[in-house]
């Protein structure tokens, strides 16, 4: 299967990323709360929502009635992650699946689909990390590495962090982990309401870690550059409408919808700007550091600067390990001292 590299969690990778897999019309904005109107904000259709947390392990009980079996919901594409690193690409691929009727997957993900139509969730994870598209698109985003370094497991002192995608598919809402044996119903929904039901789901997940902070919202939703494109197409067509008429408020109707106009005009600037944003800190994520680093590295050490630099730098290290043990002492502390929960329903 070969390795897939790790990604940075941030909306300009994920929405190179998914224009890289033949997506059109899609882009990933983050959210920053969960707050009343967070989503009306967006200004856009919004297809599915990506979560990133602190993963810990936790049983799951086969006669769970929250937890379905795949079969159970052949509508639902659900496959289970059998490679390391590919949560994020496979919670995106999660959302793209289940809304291909109002999305543009492209020629390649829709083929895909289509041929994993039947298979069971292992076998569809495996074909997957198998996928070249995918693959590709997914390691477009390896860091130039000058050095091998060594390979292991994750410990059980270290952070482990998850993607996992909530979707509404045929009017119910989904969790689709692919760590999990199946798709997780949350129940009846509405294009209008899911995304107010996806919220108490997300914040359950703060249960196994009441203290932590470190963790990541997006949504993918339709492309902002195309809709602010369409509003100014219509807004230019209606304005050639009215000069066209000889009614008297003409000049009233247009000067209204030039002001519209100017606005979305201004609102097309603001996207187009942060797009040139992200593709160039996606070029500099891609970029090879390495031998300006090696650079200096010689330099300092031509200079005598650096011995201390190092010794400064172990410091720092040895703190950090030192509040790290501190915080998870106090989580285990605080997770002792909380009634056990159990599962929704």
Not at 195 to 213: D, H, N, S
Not at 232 to 239: P, S, V
Request: glycine fraction near 6%.
């Amino acid at each position: 299967m070969g390795d897939w590299c790790t990604i940075e969690s941030d909306p300009g990778v994920f929405s190179e990323l998914i224009r890289a897999m033949g997506v059109k019309g899609v882009q990933v904005e983050e959210l920053y709360s969960l707050g009343d109107g967070v989503f009306e904000e967006l200004g856009a259709p919004v297809y599915g929502l990506i979560f990133l947390f602190k993963w810990k392990e936790e049983p799951i009980s086969a006669n769970s009635a929250w937890c379905l079996d795949a079969f159970n919901c052949p509508d639902v594409f659900f496959a289970s992650q059998v490679i390391n690193n590919a949560c994020a690409t496979q919670a995106i691929i999660s959302i793209l699946m289940n809304c291909d009727n109002s999305v543009d997957v492209g020629d390649e993900l829709r083929a895909f689909k289509e041929f994993t139509r039947e298979f069971p969730p292992e076998s569809r994870g495996l074909a997957l990390s198998n996928c070249a598209t995918i693959k590709t698109a997914h390691n477009s985003f390896a860091r130039p590495e000058q050095f091998v370094q060594e390979k292991r497991k994750a410990l059980e002192d270290d952070d482990v962090y998850h993607f996992i995608a909530y979707v509404p598919v045929n009017g119910v809402l989904y969790e689709l982990d692919g760590l999990k044996p199946g798709p997780i119903s949350l129940g009846q929904c509405t294009q209008q309401n899911w995304l107010q039901l996806a919220t108490p789901a997300i914040q359950r997940i703060e249960r196994y870690a009441k203290t932590e902070i470190r963790f990541n919202l997006m949504a993918v939703i339709k492309s902002r550059r195309d809709i602010f494109t369409e509003q100014l197409k219509h807004l230019q067509e209606a304005r050639e409408k009215a000069v066209a008429t000889a009614r008297a408020d003409v000049v009233t109707e247009v000067g209204r919808i030039d002001t519209e106009i100017s606005q979305v005009t201004a609102n097309l600037a603001v996207e187009e700007e942060k797009l040139k944003g992200w593709t160039a800190e996606n070029v500099r994520r891609r970029h090879n550091y390495v031998p300006f680093l090696v650079n200096m590295i010689r330099v300092l050490a031509e200079k005598g600067q650096l011995e201390g630099l190092v010794d400064q730098a172990v410091q720092i290290q040895k703190e950090k390990k030192e509040k790290k043990e501190a915080k998870k002492a106090q989580e285990e502390q605080h997770a002792q001292q909380q009634p056990t929960q159990a599962p929704p329903q």
